[in-house]
């Protein structure tokens, strides 16, 4: 049966973060990270558990225990593939306001692509 380390090390593989990033956006220090992915922790704390498990999209009771589903019925139905976890797990790092901003300038960056594309589906009609 696999530890609570090997699922916690699959699980962080497979989201796309780094250990820095998972580290950041744990607000844990590097060494208690180290520790928990070495199997040389007991594990994390509940609330860090939860934390971690939403962090790297998987259900919380697969991470503590390996038992259930490894993806429980929500995550999956807004499945993330992996740059738009490490995406999400950056926004999460940033205090609130920055994040905010950050979200705004994607909203104008999608919406200049999209006018973009019409632009160009429109010229493409005009010369059929």
């Known amino acids: 049966m696999e530890s609570y380390a090997d ?33 040389k922790s007991k594990a994390f704390s509940a609330s860090n558990h939860l934390k971690a498990a939403s962090l790297l999209g998987v259900s919380a009771t697969w991470l503590a225990n390996g038992l259930g589903e490894k993806h429980d019925a929500i995550a999956t139905l807004g499945r993330l593939n992996p740059t738009e976890v490490r995406l999400v797990a950056l926004l999460r790092m940033l205090p609130e306001e920055v994040r905010n901003e950050a979200i705004a300038a994607f909203q104008r960056v999608a ?9 160009v589906l429109n010229a493409s009609n005009s010369i059929d």
């Open 111 to 119: 919406s200049l692509r999209l006018e973009t594309a019409q632009a």
């Open 7 to 39: 699922r916690l090390n699959q699980a962080l593989a497979a989201s796309g973060l780094t250990k820095s990033q998972f580290t950041t956006a744990m607000g844990l220090s590097y060494q208690a990270i180290a520790k928990a992915l070495e199997g």
